[in-house]
């Protein structure tokens, strides 16, 4: 023991100069933060250690680092909402995917990249590969915003796709995505909650002040946000975790399981509801639709629509519960032609076909919305609101670019199709169906609201689709 203490303080005298260094290094470094962040610098220094040694696990291991991704895209936004400082969270998910990449090269003995050899690695990987063939577009105004829309349009998705293949996500780890987002949708609709009947923070009233409110306040009511992004994207994510838990109580075996099921729904559902989405409504329209079709059972199909139709026939025929804001908001949906703000997307997208006539490839990656506005403003594609995905896939990348997304998706759900009809496990097949039918109402929504490029919905459509294009691997007869 003696000896060891020895050997220790000898080594300590022999390095002192280095360690004095680090010392004085590391005591600058904390100076400096203490000067920039206040008192917020005592909490950075205390997960400094904590960040490394994540790092290190995420290198040594790329499943864990692609879990960190999952939790990491619904916290960012909860905590871009209420931190007081601005933090580049959208780099922070590039970087955890960046770490991914390196671990599957450091690690890549392990894995058999034969895996890759799959039909959504080839459908995804064209994609990608197209959009990054439009650095070249002669159009683009400024060619080095194509980084910031690139990341959403195709890059992670690449990412994603390699990492679910060469990884081999086993079944436990898909129930605990599902798990993850589940409880964090739970937590988002009971904040939506809080701020419909209690109200709000200061600075989600700073937020909707500095001018959210013109979209989220209207006719005296508020539109909940949760800690998303926007009521469009806290409406999506409600409406899309509703349609699950409304097609896994009817393919429960156990009358606990659809209790649960049930009791999931009404929460999800109601927050639905209070964020005044109204495109969200044909997440479960067309994604129970598309559900009833996997069915393949004329009856169930049947018993389906004499549930569904009655309720569509209340919404746009009838005026029943009218005096109530959300069902009223609902029943708009519906109606399209009666919306100011739908004839302005229409006539949006005439003036949009103009300028596109002329440009199959688009105006260039990264020249629309607030990227092309920061960059490019004077630029006709910066100054012409898109509101939808594929209005804004189809500024930027041109009708061919457009045509290439549209097939790939379209692909992808004709492989989950195949996949799913073919497969022998019951409880598999019920779970696979309510993760293509909400893949498939997702994509139905992004023709009016751009939610499939941001978190979380992106990342988990990402997700959805290799999760359903290969559920085979999990079959058990």
């Known amino acids: 023991m003696l000896n060891q203490v020895s050997s220790i303080s000898s080594h300590v005298q022999k390095r002192f100069w280095l360690y004095s260094l680090l010392g004085t290094l590391i005591a600058l470094g904390s100076g400096f933060l203490i000067a920039k962040l206040g008192v917020l610098a005592p909490a950075v220094i205390i997960t400094m250690p904590l960040g490394l040694l994540l790092v290190g696990a995420m290198l040594a291991d790329p499943k864990f680092g692609f879990m960190v991704y999952v939790q990491l895209i619904f916290l960012v936004n909860a905590l871009a909402r ?82 679910i293949l060469l990884t081999e996500i086993t079944r436990n780890d898909f129930k605990i995505i599902l798990r993850t ?32 409110a013109e979209t989220h306040i209207l006719f005296g009511h ?35 399981r ?16 209070v964020s005044g989405t109204r495109s969200a409504l044909f997440v479960l329209i067309a994604g129970y639709g598309f559900y009833l079709f996997m069915k393949r059972d004329l009856l169930k199909i049947a018993l389906g629509l004499c549930l569904a139709l009655p309720l569509l026939f209340m919404l746009k025929y009838t005026t029943v519960g009218s005096g109530n804001y959300q069902i009223q908001r609902m029943r708009t949906a519906l109606n399209p032609m009666e919306d100011a703000s739908f004839l302005l997307r229409l006539k949006n997208q005439r003036k949009l076909a103009n300028h596109l006539k002329d440009l199959p490839f688009g105006a260039g990656i990264g020249t629309s919305l607030d990227t092309g506005q920061r960059f490019s403003p004077e630029h006709w594609a910066a100054r012409i609101s898109p509101d939808s995905w594929y209005v ?25 199709v195949y996949r799913i009809w073919h497969l022998k496990d019951p409880q598999l097949i019920s779970l696979m169906r309510g993760m293509l039918s909400v893949f498939v109402g997702i994509a139905v929504m992004g023709y009016s609201n751009p939610v499939l490029g941001q978190f979380p919905t992106s990342a988990m459509l990402y997700i959805n689709a290799l999760v359903f294009t290969t559920c085979n691997r999990w079959d058990k007869s």
């Open 82 to 163: 209420f931190l007081p400082i601005s933090i580049p969270f959208g780099l922070i998910i590039d970087g955890i995917l960046g770490l991914t990449v390196v671990s599957l090269l450091l690690n890549s003995r392990r894995y058999s990249w034969k895996n890759l050899h799959h039909p959504a690695f080839y459908l995804v990987g064209f994609w990608t590969f197209y959009t990054v063939m439009e650095i070249f577009n002669p159009e683009s105004p400024y060619r080095p915003a194509w980084f910031f829309h690139a990341r959403s349009f195709s890059l992670h998705f690449f990412i994603v796709t390699c990492t």
């Open 258 to 273: 659809r209790i649960g099921f049930a009791v999931l729904l009404m929460i999800y559902f109601w927050g639905y509801a």
């Open 222 to 256: 508020l539109r909940s946000f949760s800690f998303y992004t926007d009521a469009s994207q806290f409406g999506a994510e409600m409406a899309a975790v509703s349609l699950l838990c409304m097609i896994w109580i009817f393919e429960s075996d156990t009358l606990a």
């Open 392 to 416: 804004e896939l189809w500024i930027e990348t041109g009708k061919v670019g457009l045509s290439i997304y549209i097939g790939m998706l379209v692909c992808l759900i004709a492989i989950g």
């Open 181 to 212: 987002w589940f409880t964090w949708s739970v937590l988002a609709a009971l904040w939506a909650f809080k701020q419909q009947y209690i109200g709000l923070t200061t600075a989600e009233m700073i937020w909707l002040n500095s001018g959210a």
